[in-house]
Every structure is written in C-alpha cells, then in structure tokens.
C-alpha cells in the first residue's frame, strides 16, 4: 500500500493550500480516507476523514475552513485548507482504513500511513 501525499507548502496566515494523496495497493472505493496533523511537541490529531460515499467528518478546529474530498476513480482524497492560521502548522499525514471504521473512532489511527507533507502558516 502507498499513500503519496503532496501539496504542502509556506503560506501566509489567511491563505490556502490544498493538499493531495494518490493511493495505490488499496481498493480505493473502500477505504476510509483522512487527514492527520502533527505539530511539534504535540499528540497527532485528525483533522478530517471521508467515508466511501463521501461523508465528511472533521475536527472542530477545522470545521467551516477546510474541505476533504475524494475522487475515487483517481484514487485520490484532497483536503482544500482555506483560512490558514498559524496554529494549523504541522506534519500532515494522508491515512486509509476499512470503509466500515468510518462509524468508530479514528482519532487513534488508520491502518495505513504515508509519508507527511509539510504545511508552515506564517504569521
């Protein structure tokens, strides 16, 4: 399984990012897919997750600016980033698991990782 995350970048404080992750070795349609963020010295967090059917959920810190989405005949899942702020800055990770674990807790994890992507909001 690899998730290829990209998109990351420096951005000013109210700007946008939008970042991308292709799957391959899942079959996508599947799969839960979300977002995590890590910043330093703190625990990962889940920042959005999408079910099967495109369902959303997210962090109440991101809710109202950033957007996930999927594209399953591309087998990649998006997360358009609006509204930046400084607190965002963090190691984002693209993750995958089971579609049928939308319903349970993801804060602890997902089966599958990629590598981060790294998003600076600059003040």
């Known amino acids: 399984v690899q998730l290829q995350a990209s998109g990351g970048g420096l951005v000013q404080a109210g700007g946008s990012l939008r970042l991308s992750c292709a799957a391959s070795?899942?079959?996508?349609?599947?799969?839960?897919m979300g977002w995590y963020r890590q910043a330093p010295g703190k625990q990962r967090e889940l920042v959005a997750a999408i079910s099967t059917i495109g369902s959303p959920k997210y962090a109440d810190s991101v809710k109202g600016r950033f957007t996930i989405s999927r594209d399953n005949g591309e087998k990649t899942v998006y997360l358009q980033m609006n509204s930046l702020k400084p607190e965002d800055t963090a190691v984002y990770y693209c993750a995958a698991d089971p579609g049928y674990k939308f319903y349970s807790d993801l804060t602890g994890g997902m089966d599958y990782w990629g590598k981060g992507t790294q998003v600076t909001v600059s003040s």
């Open positions: 070795g899942i079959i996508f349609s599947m799969y839960v």
